[in-house]
Every structure is written in structure tokens, then in C-alpha cells.
Nanobody, 123 residues
Framework: QVQLVEAGGGLVQAGGSLRLSCAAS????????MGWFRQAPGKEREFVAA????????YYTDSVKGRFSISRVNAKNTLYLQMNSLKPEDTADYYC????????????????WGQGTQVTVSS
């Protein structure tokens, strides 16, 4: 059983930056594809970004390309999401997710979820 705990959310003005982190425990972190999803009020949860086991491959949804960067430090069992040039439409609860195995980043289907961290971007 993998436990995921997010941190780093908060309130930021449009154009600002935030860095989310996700601490993992209970599994072999380096054998999970990791990702970030988000859910805005009144909307379905959507994929944001994913990263391969070693971190050599990443994939982003179009709306965050060039602004967000996903990374991981396997030695620390930690996943990150650097979010720059934030927009009000990025406002959402952000969830860390893990999928066991060497799976496709584009069609990531998580086995485990964190509890979420709230990001609010004011205009």
C-alpha cells in the first residue's frame, strides 16, 4: 500500500509561481509512474502531468505545457510540480498519483491517490 501526501498549495496572484511536492511511502517509489491531476470546482478531475520511473520522460496536458514542470527525486521518494505563470484557470485541488509498473504516461490510470492540496490563483 502506497501513501501519498501532497504539500505546497496556497493562494497566489496570476503570473506567480508555486511548487507542489508529494511524499511517498509504503512502496518502491522508483517502480511507479507518478503524476499530477487536478479538479476545479464543479468539474471532473483531469490529468496534468506524468513522469517515468527514472524521470527521463515526461508528459503534460496542453494547457500547462511550457509553464509547469514535473520532476522526481527517487532517493527522497518525492515528486514535484513546479508551476510558473499561473492563471486563474489553474485554480483547483491538485492530486498526486501513482501507477505501478512501466506504463504509458499518456494514459496513466492511477492505483493510488493523495488527499490533495488546494491551489488558488487570483486575478
Amino acid at each position: 500500500q502506497v501513501q501519498l501526501v501532497e504539500a505546497g498549495g496556497g493562494l497566489v496572484q496570476a503570473g506567480g509561481s508555486l511548487r507542489l511536492s508529494c511524499a511517498a511511502s509504503g512502496g518502491i517509489f522508483s517502480r511507479y509512474v507518478m503524476g499530477w491531476f487536478r479538479q476545479a470546482p464543479g468539474k471532473e478531475r483531469e490529468f496534468v502531468a506524468a513522469i517515468s520511473w527514472s524521470g527521463d520522460r515526461t508528459y503534460y496536458t496542453d494547457s500547462v505545457k511550457g509553464r509547469f514542470s514535473i520532476s522526481r527525486v527517487n532517493a527522497k521518494n518525492t515528486l514535484y510540480l513546479q508551476m510558473n505563470s499561473l492563471k486563474p484557470e489553474d485554480t483547483a485541488d491538485y492530486y498526486c498519483a501513482a501507477e505501478r509498473g512501466d506504463v504509458s504516461l499518456r494514459t496513466m490510470t492511477p492505483d493510488y491517490w493523495g488527499q490533495g492540496t488546494q491551489v488558488t490563483v487570483s486575478s
